[in-house]
């Protein structure tokens, strides 16, 4: 049921009160440089945060067998992290409510070059209204949000009357395999909540993506012996030329995709990373590009990868010098499906609802095209899955930041939402 105006007043209050130490919170886990395979420390600040607060505690690690099986999984290479998944569990005293999982992840993508930004990266430096700091959009500050808005129902002696989970993961911005780990260790609520940075909108439709690997491999020789094309990085450069062609292709098939159609360049291949050779008078013998798709939703991530895979062969055949050294296309990350968020879902009008009273304003939704969290629960629970954040600037540039306005109202959006969706109960020992 959605709050009474003096409720929706008070609770706004109470995520006001609270707003100082969430700044501070926010703080705290900014500091915390958790790029991959650096999350332990911020996942040990953000397990005893929770257990403070009296939640049921559950820490695990990755199951690799299992993520692996997955269709949703991605491989795992030595760069992917062994920091484990925090979950906490609140129970209510009467299950009247609709179970939620609220959820976040920790993982943040590298700052680039220090110089770069106006103040150290991991500085969560306050101006005007900007938190800076890598991370600190995306997504710590919708972490943090999720359990102050908790905490300020708590504040006035309530606390939801269902079942919900606040989930801490890992490996969002490379693989996915987080948040279906948390899915595969069994994991289930009649509703989702990931406060990404969107503006305030909510995710409508949603890209999947796949990571990977291109590797040329030939003979080193001279310069001088070197004919046109016996180079392993001009040869790579030939394939990306091709990738080209194939995101062209892809981006011209927009039209078949409701989401898609008006969006300018909805399938990005972005050549993320490239090394190779070991001289510069040594025609170089080897090349690595590692690469990043997109995908339409209700295309198989399996499907897709089989065709890049096929499409490189395929150049590789006609070009004189791939011919006889074929290279390999590898799946190193992300291997995710896309998702849409189907229109009128009692989760999304209560969060309509929500956003409205948080912000006066109606919720608008909308497509993004990269990868999110929300299409595990998505795809395999099939379970209204809402993505819906701050506002943020730069997120993955220099100078990342997010708005304290905004965040106030996302957290309050976020409080009357699980007050609705989860419905409220007095704490016990309140
Ligand atoms: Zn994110």
Sequence with gaps: MPCDDTLRDRIGQAVAEGFADQVAFTQDLIRMPSLRGSEHAVQDFVFQALKRRGFAMERFAMDRAAIERHPGGAAFTPEHSDAPIVVGIHRPRAETGRSLILQAHVDVVPPGPAEMWTHPP????????????????????????????????????????????????????????????????GYRAEAVLIPEPEDEKLVRANTGVLWFRVEVRGQPVHVREMTTGSNAIDAAYRIVAELRALEAEWNAR?????????????????????????????????????CRIALYPGERAADAARAITERVAAFARADGYLANNPPSVTFNGFHAEGYVLEPGSEAEAALARSHRAATGEPLESFMTAGYLDTRVYA?????????????????????????????????????LFVAEWCGLEAVADA
């Design 379 to 415: 795809l395999y629970d099939r379970v209204p899955a809402l993505c819906y954040g701050p506002v943020s600037r730069n997120i993955h540039g220099f100078d990342e930041a997010v708005s304290l306005a905004s965040l106030r109202r996302i957290t309050t959006a976020i409080a």
């Design 254 to 290: 927009k039209g078949a995709h409701p989401h898609f159609a008006e969006a300018e360049h909805p399938i990005n291949l972005n050549i993320g990373r490239i090394e190779g050779g070991d001289w510069a008078s040594s025609v170089p013998c080897w090349c690595r590009i590692d």
């Design 122 to 185: 991991f500085d969560p430096v306050i101006r005007g209204d900007w938190l800076h700091g890598r991370g600190g959009a995306d997504m710590k500050a919708g972490h943090a949000a999720n359990i102050f808005a908790l905490d300020a129902l708590r504040r006035l002696g309530l606390q939801p009357a269902a079942t919900l989970y606040l989930q801490s993961v890992v490996e969002e911005e490379s693989t996915g395999n987080g948040a279906l780990m948390a899915h595969l260790r």
